[in-house]
């Protein structure tokens, strides 16, 4: 067997051996051999877009002609052609040609034996035209209609166009196609969701002659045409809500773009706005609609590299994208392709590549707050609740207790210079989270305080008599203590915790301990009796009385006698300066200090001088404190801010920050909030206001903040005294943070003394905070900026021409311009703009009717929605490297009738569905197709199959499941993830992810498992035209995935409900919703054996599988 495999191998070799020489003797073609390679790799240079060196290599007179350096070709004298010594030049600076891989030994070879020959060429030959008379850059001109036999003036001018054409190749249209399959059509083609069978039956019922033309205006105004149209458009601008690359990080707010078209296309607004907006929606209102210059993926600031160069590169490709964006998207040009040098077919310059980066040399990538009428309404809104908020608050205000001025100190049991555990712990307890008491983030009530445990507790093994921890406050004087711990009827926590007072500090000394209190530690405080929730709470706090403290002093938990586990929590001491209140059961403290207000009421007293004094700030003392005012108000109603610079005070300070800006002194009393007018000390941490008024006044409440708007929280005090004076020598402190909750605490009550109010007063108290809160909520929602996904805009960057797209080679400073081939005298002389105007410049240019490109490139766009491939196949590229138009007279007439009707699309579409041409069968004629095997003259309708989207739609449509519900954040497809960890499909779907598939989070390289196999696009590119792929993939999926199972189930289901008597009406409704008609006799005793046999989920499956379920007929 080797025997005969080794004869085998070299019969091969030789074979292949004597058909190389035989080719080899073969004459060489010229026109077959040599020019298309010369035409592949030179004429780029050497041919009508560029001569350089004066030579052409695009006709053999010009290569025997030759250039600067004399002939390229000597007829019969390779050695002394100079188009060989270049492409054989060892030096690599010296080979031709420039760029990519040298020739091909074969290739030389071909071109030596041409010149050897003798470099003959056709006498006739022509030089490759001028690239600048393109079709496509040669101005839109309004062709007349042409006259076919039997025409008349009345016929539909899409139709003449088409007739004219298929009558000069032999060919006639096909018949009408049948008035049931033109309702389907219509609406998969323009909605992309099958028509209701009462739809159907509409259509055909009405033999109106106006009829059709009805159901297309209708059509055309549902608001599921907009969801159509901007999917096709998506796809163009490459829209999706993930960042791309490996981390693929997410895109919060991309969605109010995608719904800024969808709206767009709803309300036709005119393109050239539509496009315009898209540039510089920013200056128009319509800041989503800038979305369009950063659709395309992008490396964010943490995925490059730190260093210059690299960050260069970063932006240049951003750049990059949307050069590319918006030239393929708007004018069908590729001149992305002229980054690194001149366009190789387009008369494009690597100069017209950066001049027009000058337009987007001040755009970014990021979230914008969107400014447009709702976001007005929405401030309207905000701004008239804050008199209602502040009518509550006025309220409040006599609930509030007055500033406690006497030490308070909370010590969580976790280990510190405070806390000492004597044995190791166990573990950590949780609270759950929720807001009911002792739940995590319970955030307290008018008779209660909230969760001031952190959420979580310590829990020990309980030995009867062991010390677990010891509490050392260091304090001097007499204190109320309160304890705290974790609450759990487990049937594990002691029963009778003991806490005792350890006076010496010396634990093995006992003489001087005196036992305080002994808790039972499966009812939170103030709890003896009854069933407690089965989960780990925070106590609350338990009042154990004022008892005398020296620095000394612990205070120790000591194991009960009962249960296996003890648990440790906060406690609060505070300081007993006032003889202690009856039934007073909580400590006094005030709400954490907040940035934007703070209000400090104390007992009225007489001052004159007023004194603000910070000692630490929320940022560790890293920054210097700031304030924006400082209020001063007196008793009595209505009181007035006494601190006003307007009413003679003065403000003195321990020193400014040295910024000539916004941080002024003077600032703390102008009666202005906000960063912007705001007092700034000049020491890290600390320093002191001082506001002396005009004489001694009554005052008794002061209100501050550090930035009354909410854009700030550094450089906020945390520890601060406010004093009085009158005489500016002898100073009383008024209040302070010594009764302020630590930041991060859960606390939305008014924490009162309810005994001390007004009898039947308290009762007020919740509803007025319950209304306070659901109003600052609503107002906090109507004041949260909407952000999109969109351009963001600075100072532009100067632009430079780079040599070879290299960075860091800089050559010329170059401005904004347009490609120099559309450019006039006029635009050549525009003194370079400002930011927002460069970009208007540009979309004015891109929306000019004079511009030849964007309305051909629109009409072919829709062209091809309409008929699955454009007038110009390749809708990207109007270029010399595209293709010819099929029906260049049909496209310019659309494009001067779509600017002639102001831009409008809708009206664009209309023209199109209502013609014949359109409205034709799509049925096979074996002899038209012998004469145009591709159907590119039109003579049928071209069926395909409908996109993914559309079959996902529809399945849900037929299934009564579709969820209608438009615009908002997208549904997702996958589990979300972070980092480079995969995404994992989601199989069962919410009301929320039955959605149409537009509305679906689109991930960027990946694809949705069951509908992403029929060629969706996965934005990692920009998708003019979708393939339509056949795969076995793609029938495993719709027959045997669980999504299409469920439909099915869901399918028979509504059938079951909507022909509830009998089989037969069961098919002839399974059949009239997936269909849209009723089966044949055939098809019908078909699925009545399959209804029978396997059931209706079964026949309803086949159908969702079915060509004609997926096919636009």
């Not at 405080?525 to 706090?541: F, K, N, R, Y």
């Not at 009856?582 to 207000?597: E, S, Y």
């Not at 006003?644 to 910024?659: E, V």
Request: with cysteine.
């Amino acid at each position: 067997m080797k025997g005969h495999l080794g004869i085998l191998v070299c019969l091969s070799m030789l074979f292949a051996a004597s058909l190389h020489e035989a080719r080899s003797a073969e004459p060489v073609d010229y026109l077959r051999d040599v020019r298309p390679l010369l035409k592949e790799r030179c004429f780029s240079c050497h041919a009508a877009l560029k001569q350089e060196g004066h030579l052409r290599l695009d006709t053999g007179a010009g290569i025997r002609r030759g250039g600067d350096s004399g002939a390229a070709a000597v007829p019969g004298k390779p050695d002394e052609s100079h188009l060989l010594q270049r492409v054989l030049a060892k030096d690599v600076s010296e080979r031709m040609p420039p760029e990519g891989d040298p020739l091909k030994p074969e290739q030389i070879e071909r071109l030596t034996r041409w010149i050897a020959d003798g470099a003959p060429s056709p006498t006739d030959e022509q030089e490759e035209r001028d690239p600048r008379r393109h079709w496509a850059f040669q101005p839109v001109v309004r062709p007349p209609l042409p006259r076919s036999p039997g025409s008349t003036a009345d016929d539909h001018p899409v139709d003449a166009f088409v007739t004219a054409k298929l009558g000069g190749s032999g060919l006639t249209r096909q018949p009408p196609a049948d008035r049931r399959t033109l309702v389907r059509r219509l609406f998969l083609d323009v909605t992309g969701l099958p028509p209701a069978p009462e739809a159907v039956d509409a259509f055909i019922a009405d033999e109106r002659p106006e009829a059709y033309a009805e159901l297309v205006d209708s059509v055309l105004a549902s608001p599921h045409y907009g969801e159509r149209s901007a999917q096709l458009w998506l796809d163009v601008v490459r829209y999706a809500d993930t960042h791309g690359f490996e981390v693929n990080t997410q895109r919060d707010h991309a969605w109010p773009y995608r719904d800024y078209v969808i709206r767009s296309f709803n309300e036709d607004k005119p393109y050239d706005r539509f496009l315009t907006e898209q540039l510089a929606g920013d200056v128009l209102g319509a800041d989503e609609a800038t979305g369009f210059l950063v659709a395309a993926a992008v490396l964010l600031p943490g995925q490059i590299g730190q260093d210059d160069a690299s960050k260069r590169l970063a932006r240049q490709d951003a750049l990059d994208e949307m050069i590319g964006g918006t030239s393929s998207a708007m004018l069908g040009l590729t001149l992305a392709c002229a980054r690194c040098h001149d366009h190789k077919f387009d008369p494009l310059t690597q100069r017209d590549y950066y001049a027009l980066q000058g337009f987007f040399a001040g755009v970014e990538y990021g979230d914008r707050p969107i400014q447009d009428a709702e976001s007005r309404t929405r401030a309207t809104a905000a701004a008239a609740l804050a008199p209602q908020i502040e009518q509550i608050e006025n309220r409040l205000r006599a609930f509030e207790p007055d500033a406690f001025t006497g030490r308070t100190l909370l010590i969580d049991e976790e280990e510190s210079r405070f806390v000492t555990a004597l044995k190791p712990k166990n573990g950590p307890g949780n609270n759950p989270a929720g807001t009911k008491p002792g739940y995590r983030d319970d955030a307290g009530a008018p008779d209660r305080l909230g969760n001031l445990s952190g959420g979580h507790y310590t829990w020990w093994n309980n030995v009867p008599g062991e010390d677990v921890l010891t509490y050392a406050p260091l304090l001097s004087g007499r204190y109320r203590l309160w304890l705290s711990w974790g609450a759990h009827g487990s049937g594990v926590h002691t029963r009778d915790a003991r806490y005792v007072l350890d006076r010496d500090g010396d634990l093995a000394t006992r003489g001087d301990q005196q036992e305080i209190a002994r808790v039972d530690q499966y009812y939170p405080a103030g709890v003896t009796a009854g069933t407690t929730e089965q989960t780990p709470l925070w106590s609350g706090l338990k009042d154990v009385g004022v008892w005398d403290w020296t620095p000394t002093t612990r205070l120790v938990l000591r194991g009960g006698e009962t249960g296996t586990g003890i648990t440790a929590d906060v406690i609060v001491l505070q300081e007993e300066s006032e003889p202690a209140v009856a039934g007073r059961v909580l400590p006094r403290f005030r709400a954490p200090v907040d940035p934007r207000q703070n209000i400090e009421s104390f007992a009225p007293v007489s001052a004159r001088f007023l004194r603000f004094r910070a000692e630490e700030t929320i940022d560790s003392n890293r920054h210097e404190p700031c304030l924006d005012e400082l209020e001063i108000y007196g008793p009595g109603e209505p009181s007035k801010n006494v601190a006003l610079a307007s009413l003679g005070t003065k403000a003195t300070s321990s020193g400014n920050y040295s910024d000539s800006g916004p941080h002024q002194l003077q600032h703390i009393t102008d009666g202005q909030y906000g960063n912007g007018r705001s007092w700034i000390s000049d020491e890290l941490g600390r320093g002191w206001v001082q506001i002396e008024l005009p004489q001694a006044t009554d005052i008794d409440r002061v209100v501050w903040g550090r930035d009354r708007n909410g854009q700030y929280a550094d450089r906020l005090p945390i520890r601060y005294h406010i004093e009085v004076s009158l005489d500016g020598a002898t100073w009383t402190e008024v209040a302070g943070h010594a009764d302020r909750l630590p930041r991060g605490t859960p606390f939305d009550s008014v924490n009162l003394l309810l005994s001390a109010q007004a009898p039947g007063s308290e009762g007020d108290l919740p509803a007025l905070i319950a209304d306070r809160n659901r109003l600052r909520a609503e107002k906090q929602r109507l004041e949260t900026p909407r952000l999109a996904f969109a351009g963001t805009f600075r100072a532009p960057d100067t632009t430079y021409v780079l040599r070879r797209g290299d960075p860091e080679q800089r050559e010329d400073e170059i401005g904004p311009a347009v490609p120099e081939l559309f450019r006039s005298a006029a635009e050549a002389a525009l003194p370079l703009p400002a930011e927002q105007e460069r970009r208007l410049q540009l979309a004015r240019w891109i929306a000019s009717p004079g511009n030849p490109l964007t309305a051909r490139v629109l009409v072919n766009r829709i062209w091809q929605s309409h008929f699955g491939r454009g007038i110009v196949e390749t809708a990207n590229d109007f270029g010399l490297n595209g293709t010819a138009p099929a029906h260049p007279e049909l496209l310019d007439w659309l494009a001067s009738e779509f600017m002639a009707g102001g831009w409008s699309v809708k009206q664009l579409h209309r023209l199109i569905l209502t013609s014949a041409t359109y409205r034709q069968g799509h049925a096979i004629d074996p002899a038209a197709q012998a004469l145009d095997r591709d159907n590119r003259l039109l003579w049928r309708f071209p069926s395909r199959r409908i996109e993914a989207e559309s079959i996902r739609d529809g399945m849900l449509a037929v299934s009564g499941e579709l969820n209608l519900e438009m615009g908002g954040p997208g549904f997702n497809f996958f589990q979300q993830r972070g980092g480079l960890s995969g995404f994992v499909p989601i199989e069962n779907f919410s009301p929320a992810g039955l959605r149409r598939m537009i509305y679906a989070h689109k991930i960027r390289m990946e694809s949705t498992p069951v509908f992403g196999p029929f060629d969706c696009p996965d934005a990692g590119q920009s998708t003019p035209r979708r393939d339509r792929s056949t795969t076995a993939i793609q029938a495993l999926n719709l027959f045997n995935s669980p999504f299409v199972i469920r439909r099915a189930e869901v399918f028979a289901a509504r059938v079951d409900r909507e022909a509830p008597l009998g089989a037969a009406a069961k098919v002839e409704r399974t059949f009239a919703l997936a269909l849209g008609r009723p089966p044949s006799p055939v098809e019908r005793d078909a699925a009545l054996q399959t209804v029978e046999t396997a059931g209706l989920p079964t026949l309803c499956r086949v159908l969702l599988n079915s060509n004609e379920f997926l096919f636009l007929p």
